[in-house]
């Protein structure tokens, strides 16, 4: 069976200030090779503890409640194909989420996640919730090539109090 997520944003915030961003997920089967249940991820500016997140009985997937803490839903690290999705929060004032500075992560940096290294593989996407949720079938897929994506919301606005976007990073496993 082949995995479908589909990715549903919230208009409120990102942090535990604004609410929590739910993330709407379709179960299938996992089939990995060679994989390690991500529980840390090592990148640029990020050394953060992940755990497993998974969805509720609504197929709504939400990021840890503490923003240093990172939540980890897919393929196990190093799977053969698809996608092995980090989320966190970005928070406005401290402490700051974890992926605070996600998008402005270097091209060609080495993610790390329990072992498993990854290359970035380009800038990171600033899109909004809504173009995030219409590319999430394809962004986040399960059975397509093996790779890492790292969301967290993005651009601040301060006269809603909400986070409009989403920063979306990719990087490719390294051989």
Sequence with gaps: MRWLLLIVLALGG???????????VVPGTVISHRTVQPHHLRLWRFDAHVIRVRPDADGVLI?????????????????????????????????????????????????VVSGIRYRVSKKAMIMTKAAFARRSSRLLRQDGPPRLVIVTCANYDWSTGEWPDNAVLIARPMI
């Design 63 to 111: 990021p840890p409640s503490d923003p240093q803490v990172l939540g980890w839903w897919g393929r196990l690290a190093g799977a053969r194909h698809g996608t092995t999705l980090i989320v966190g929060h970005s928070v406005h004032g401290r402490p700051s989420g974890e992926l605070e500075r996600l998008a402005h992560t270097p091209v060609g940096r080495v993610a």
């Design 14 to 24: 990102c942090g535990p200030q604004g609410g929590q961003e739910p993330y709407a």
